[in-house]
């Protein structure tokens, strides 16, 4: 039986009203999904607020709840809703859904994602270059390289087509590449290791 089977089992038991199946889901998923709401709030006591609050609206409702196969992205899925949902009520003044995500929810990157120890010169520079892209491309990235998500499953969480997310990841990385800070960066690498090569 594969991962997949085993959440979906554990999610059965947790819709059935099972308190430890819903302890073994909150452990395995708060922290990544604690780290995905800091990105998009920008507020560490905002974002474990927000992730205490869902788990507590899913255990309310978990008779209403779908049977789900993949569980992941389902959790990411409803606490994104729930954080587009709560900057609207933040700020209603705000026309336009994409302008208030673009405006507002400003995903950022930040040194952990990188390292669990302090920063060094070149993760603060790769921080840096992240954060200069537009704020879906940098969820993008994030969901796939850092949360290790599937295009479907990231395609599902952001309400966007399969297409639609490759083409952001494409379009990231075309501009990385022409970035001068990130061929910088490549070249302080290259030099590092030619040095300890030398070395060795």
Do not use: C
Not at 28 to 42: C, K, P, V
Not at 88 to 96: I, S, T, V
């Amino acid at each position: 039986m594969n991962h997949s089977n085993l959440e979906s089992d554990v999610w059965d038991l947790f819709r059935q009203g099972s308190s430890d199946a819903f302890s073994k889901l909150y452990h395995q998923h708060f922290n990544g999904l604690y780290q995905y709401a800091q990105r998009m709030l920008g507020s560490a006591d905002e974002a474990k607020d927000s992730v205490q609050d869902l788990f507590a609206i899913l255990w309310e409702q978990r008779q209403q709840l779908p049977l789900v196969h993949s569980v992941k992205p389902y959790l990411f899925r409803a606490l994104r809703n729930r954080l587009i949902n709560q900057l609207q009520r933040q700020d209603r003044q705000k026309q336009h859904l994409y302008q208030l995500y673009t405006e507002q929810t400003a995903f950022q990157f930040a040194a952990q994602d990188f390292s669990p120890h302090q920063s060094t010169t070149p993760e603060e520079v790769a921080i840096q270059i992240l954060n200069r892209l537009p704020p879906r491309r940098r969820e993008a990235i994030y969901l796939r390289y850092f949360r290790k998500l599937s295009y479907q499953e990231i395609a599902l969480i952001m309400n966007l087509s399969q297409r639609a997310v490759i083409n952001h990841i494409y379009k990231a990385f075309k501009a990385l590449r022409k970035d001068e800070n990130v061929q910088r960066l490549i070249r302080h690498i290259a030099v590092f290791l030619l040095t300890l090569l030398t070395i060795a």
